[in-house]
């Protein structure tokens, strides 16, 4: 548990979600549709820096039309999970790093940093009041901090005023068919992020720009996009929400590099360390997608993962692009996305020993 210097105004809810309301909610949340009672927020502004930390009902914003983050995208967000032990523990997995990760998405942006200790202490506030939402079994409570430009100006600089929130929406699955293989569509049309620009931070406008992307997927039948570099059109990047994996037929695991264009995931980060303590060879290195096409001819490539916190790890089975598709392996979830899921989750969830001191305990 951390000590903080933080203090938050704590409002609870008037009418809050019955207990028979929440049990309902719980049973079946799917990914992103259902909220908690409360959201914490709190303010920056140049005079007082972080000032009225909140502890609130969840409600609507009161914007003003000239609010910047609408007219100009500043805004960043992180995503992260609580989680239910067996033993009925409250858990979060690795905080301080999406909290620095939250700092780094800050810089690019040009907006105030949240301070580490500020951000882990607002999530903590959040989970705790309203830690009944926090579902049992295979779910968990997924967190959303964020941070927009709420000064009301029309010029194009840094806003002088932002609001930090964060939210809750216990979760499912992010897949609909949950821990099956998933298809991925390569898109040779759209690509994500240049080198340069803000691929490597968590900002909403990284989203808005795979959204077409992610449409075309879809309408192939792919449940993700995945985006190869926008310089050659050659080199494999990131999926839309997730990073990914190859494994390789002698045992190695290829990821993209961290070369600016993609989101440094803390997933990303957890399976490169967990893979070595194992044993494996991971190699963070430049991975074409000629090669991967050639490596699934061969057979030289056996299993392929997406990874992140919505996502988790999720096998892919099958790719599709203009040119057809292509099977990998089986088509099915293979024996090495299977042990690093099991390695991972089993840590999140208490169920592991926690050799890296990832687990952060709220109860
Ligand atoms: N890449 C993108 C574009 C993402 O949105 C995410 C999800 O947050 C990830 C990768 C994985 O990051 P993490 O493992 O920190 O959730
Ligand atoms: C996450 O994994 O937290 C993300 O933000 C990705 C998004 C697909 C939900």
Redesign the pocket.
Known sequence: MTTTAWQFTQEVHPSPATSAEVVNLLANPGFGRVFTDHMVTVRWNEAQGWHDAKVESRKPFLLDPACAALHYAQQIF???KAYRSASGELLMFRPT??AR?FQQSAKRMAMAPVPEDLFVASVEALVKIDSHWVPEGEGSLYLRPFMFASEAFLGVRPSLEYVFCVIASPVGPYFKNGDSAVTVWVSDEYT?AAPGGT?AA?CGG??AA?LLAQAQATANGCDQVVFLDAVEKRWVE??????IFFCMADGTLVTPPLSGT?????????VILLARREGMTVEERPYSFEQWCADVASGQLREVFA?????VIAGIGRIRHTGGELVIGDGTVGPVTTRIRDLLTGIQRGRLADTESWVHHLS
């Open positions: 992180e995503g992260m790093a999406n990760r994500r691929g968590k990284n989203y795979s990131e999926l839309g929400g997730m990073n993609i989101l440094p995931g803390i997933t990303r980060e957890s990874c992140g916190t919505a996502a």
